[in-house]
């Protein structure tokens, strides 16, 4: 009887489609949050997120609300990130709810994160209730929206509720929606503990917190649990929901969802997706969909101030217990000094990483540009793993180079399936099959080497298909390619930190392009600097840096001491993020010319 009176959703939605902005109207509207603590988008909140509006971090509240039946729900709302890198979170996420409010901007109609997200909501079996939002906006459109719903993902959008999370109308009606459309959670209450994992966080005082949803049995503090892929046991010290802010409780039961520690000292140990059972008494199977997810990702992290070394060694080792994708060793490298080689999932999280370094640690950072890692077969047989190009050793000493490659699913329109295939040619994709899931929807395969996924592959998909194409993609195994290493050089030296990988048919336009762009992106010194792009001993392409005659400032004569001193300013921020590279100062844009090259 319990369990009736449970709701266990999450909000789908395109970013800016008003997801924060809904969950914030019901969380007012069933005073959950008291009015003057509401802050705007209260489920946001890392600073970051709030800064890129973009969900990095899940969150799950719990609501109470009196139905116009007479009774009293439970509602637990579950944010999810809503972006490529973390759709293994979100899936997770959307494994722990029965339904899923898919928000539609009126004004914008059905975009590809809606159609990627419902996806993975359908996949996960979830009823879907269609939500119109922005109705208030005088471009609004809902008919033509719910139209797109139909047509482009297949839902019946005759019902769909309209809101404007803005003035706060329709939310009533969607909260009676919620009630009747999502149905209860089923767990059964007699049998085993059996939990999903579909957050962790890590605080201070309490260690890891476990965002929980109970499938099966109930757990309580001071049950010894079993963390199913990891065998790992822990005896529960404390359960509880957020609403947003953490409440204790007895225990938590069969459909609820919750958080729960244990005094767990690593995110690394309980990782998202994985399944908590009872240590005395185990569930027979885990939960299925746990994947463990490896960073695809590499960059070098180096501090501009030498001596910041430990600093941000401390700083990495933060975060990595919180973010459990996060990994770095150490790495020298002759241009840079001393510094980490880090992993992450995807050029996203890279940024956030990156970001959250310079601001939460305060510290200043030159990163090397990512790329993917690479198996060199030695001639002896032996493999070497190369996360960092400029390890690949000469050709001549290894029998071939392989490169990772994805299965990349793409659901497209049917109009668009042109573009995408085109698209995927251009990018050394292998075709595989087309399939039509219905009327509109094709799902188009290819095998696609994960170096041209990584850089600008989504953003491409995105303006070839107007937005309505979807991206998901795993690593299917290494294959050896003709690949190059190309080394740069500054006057004659080689600069580690700058050789990136090519494939040989481009090694050539890429090498020209690398230097040209480094020309620009060198500041002249008191010398000249020579750039070269180089195979082995083969020199490929170069360009020349004049040295400069002035000061910079000399030339703005008298005038205007303001611009004078913003000049200064801006040359002295600039300073900081510069590295001496033999005498040659570098900025940090230099480290990342790969990344503007296509
Ligand atoms: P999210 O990225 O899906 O979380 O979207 P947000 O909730 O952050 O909303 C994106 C932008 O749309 C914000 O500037 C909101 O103020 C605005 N917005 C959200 N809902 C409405 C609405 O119903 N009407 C109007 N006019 N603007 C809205
Ligand atoms: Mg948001």
Known sequence: DYQKHIRNFSIVAHIDHGKSTIADRILELTDTVAQRQLKSQMLDDMPLERQRGITIKLNSVEVKYHAKDGEDYIFHLIDTPGHVDFSYEVSRSLAACEGALLVVDASQGVQAQTLANTYLAIDDDLEILPVINKIDLPSADPENAKMEIEE?????????????????????????????DVPAPQGDLEAPLKALIFDSKYDDYRGVVLAVRIEDGMVKPGDEIEIMNT???????????????????????????????????????????????????????????????????FSGMYPVDNSKYDDLKEALEKLQLNDAALEFEPETSTALGFGFRCGFLGLLHMDVVQERLEQEFDLDLIMTAPSTDYHAIMNDGTTKVIDNPSDLPDVGEYKEVQEPYVKAE????????????????????????????????????????????????????????????????????????????????????????????????????????????????????????????????????RATIKPYRKDVTARIHTGDPDRRAKLLDKQKRGKKRMKAVGKVEVPQDAFMAVLKMN
């Open 152 to 180: 482009m993902l297949g839902l019946d959008a005759s019902d769909a509720v309209e809101v404007s999370g803005k003035t706060g109308l329709g939310i009533p009606e969607l909260l009676e929606r919620i009630v009747t």
């Open 410 to 541: 793409i659901m497209v329109p049917n109009d668009f399936v042109g573009p995408v295939m085109e698209l995927c040619q251009r990018k050394r994709g292998e075709f595989q099959t087309m399939d039509y899931l219905d009327k509109y929807r094709v799902n188009v395969i290819y095998h696609i080497p994960l170096a041209e996924i990584i850089f600008d592959f989504f953003d491409d998909l995105k303006s070839s298909t107007k937005g309505y194409a979807s991206l998901d993609y795993e690593i299917i195994g290494y294959r050896a390619t003709d690949l190059v290493k190309i080394d740069v050089l500054l006057n004659k030296e080689p600069i580690d930190a700058l050789s990136f990988i090519s494939h040989r048919s481009d090694a050539q336009a890429r090498a020209r392009q690398m230097t040209s762009l480094l020309k620009k992106l060198i500041p002249r010194q008191n010398f000249e600097v020579d750039i070269q792009g180089a195979i082995g001993a083969k020199i490929i392409s």
């Open 231 to 297: 065998h790992k046991k822990y005896e529960v010290t404390e359960v509880g929901v957020s609403n947003p802010h953490p409440v204790k409780k007895d225990m938590l039961v069969a459909g609820d969802v919750g958080y729960l520690t244990a005094n767990i000292k690593s995110v690394r140990e309980t990782r998202v997706g994985d399944t908590i059972t009872s240590a005395q008494n185990p569930t027979e199977e885990a939960l299925p969909g746990y994947r463990q997810i490896p960073p695809m990702v």
